[in-house]
């Protein structure tokens, strides 16, 4: 500052004083100031695959769809959601979901926003009602085939009766059952054809994990790379991609408003969003993508809740 000092006083003696002056200060308040980056954008990001946003603080401000929070059929939006896990934790196709709640921007969801994620003029409640109840998990042995073996069954529908003591064997493809429904239950809500669906394993390697609704979620299958991944019914992909966390580039398929499955980790998509597929149709070869070796990851899920592929699977 010293140093500066006379070149100001010299300038202003000099009639340029003033000109001189503003920019030797200007100089060196930029050179106190902090240095300001430019905002990075990502432009890869998938429509439906960013993470919901934290609201600004505003007491006053009303979150879209804030009234029907805690409604059957509604999904309050989570810190980390996206609409493609939104879709798949209800059970539906992330589009049909942007579409019923007039989404433009799929990537604009709010923590606390509130969607509809049943069809308009479904009944909510009875679609709720038929979901599959918590089921107690036991562990369960593989055998030679890579097929769990049921060693007891759980008191988890409502009115069973208690746990039974010894192994019951039950028909591998046999369907969940489904409460009845009440007489107020719309057609669309209580079709018993969506349980009427033929299962194909979705891979030929073995079974190392087997379903646990709080861990796995599913089936872990082994096999190399390359392995073909299998279409386990008819149905149509609601999903090809890898955009959401932790499942590596993914295919969801929706065989109907009940049933979709999702098989994940894979190295190559064979499929497209939209496409209509058959049971048994090589949809993706198998991989290690957002995974720590080569597996499928295939999940089952009715009405957006996971539950044991095993139970619907045929034997081998």
Not at 12 to 22: E, Q, Y
Not at 28 to 34: D, I, K, N, T, V
Not at 86 to 101: F, K, T
Not at 280 to 289: N, P, T, V, W
Request: aromatic share 4%; net charge positive; proline share 9%.
């Amino acid at each position: 500052m010293k140093t500066i000092r006379p070149f100001i006083e010299t300038g202003l003696r000099c009639g340029r004083g003033t000109v001189l002056a503003l920019c030797v200060l200007s100089l060196l308040g930029g050179c106190a100031s902090p240095l300001h980056r430019a905002p990075v954008e990502d432009r890869g990001a998938r429509p439906g695959s960013v993470p919901a946003t934290v609201p600004a603080s505003d007491a006053t401000k009303v979150l879209p769809g804030a009234e029907n929070a805690g409604k059957p059929g509604y999904y309050s939006v989570k810190p980390s959601d996206t609409l493609i896990r939104i879709g798949l934790e209800s059970g539906q196709n992330w589009r049909d979901i942007a579409r019923w709640n007039n989404i433009d921007n799929p990537n604009l969801l709010e923590v606390g926003q509130v969607l509809r994620v049943v069809a308009p003029g479904t009944d909510a409640a009875a679609t709720a009602a038929r979901a599959v109840p918590p089921t107690k998990v036991e562990a369960r042995p593989l055998d030679a085939a890579g097929n769990s073996k049921p060693t007891a069954v759980a008191a988890s529908a409502p009115g069973a009766a208690s746990a039974v003591a010894t192994p019951v064997a039950a028909p591998a493809a046999a369907p969940a059952v489904v409460p009845a429904a009440s007489p107020a239950v719309s057609p669309a809500a209580s079709r018993d054809s969506d349980d009427d669906v033929t299962w194909g394993w979705p891979a030929g390697g073995s079974v190392t994990t087997p379903f646990d609704d709080v861990r796995t979620k599913g089936l872990v299958f082994a096999g190399k790379p390359g392995d073909p991944v299998l279409a386990a019914a008819d149905g149509r992909v609601v999903y090809a991609g890898s955009g959401l966390r932790g499942y590596g580039n993914l295919v969801i398929v929706k065989h109907n408003n009940t049933y979709l499955t999702a098989y994940a980790h894979n190295q190559t998509l064979l499929v497209k969003e939209d496409q209509v597929v058959r049971r048994g149709q090589k949809i993706a070869e198998m991989g290690s993508s957002d995974a720590e070796r080569v597996q499928l990851h295939f999940e089952l899920r009715k009405l957006g809740k996971p539950i044991d592929p095993a139970r619907l699977l045929p034997p081998r």
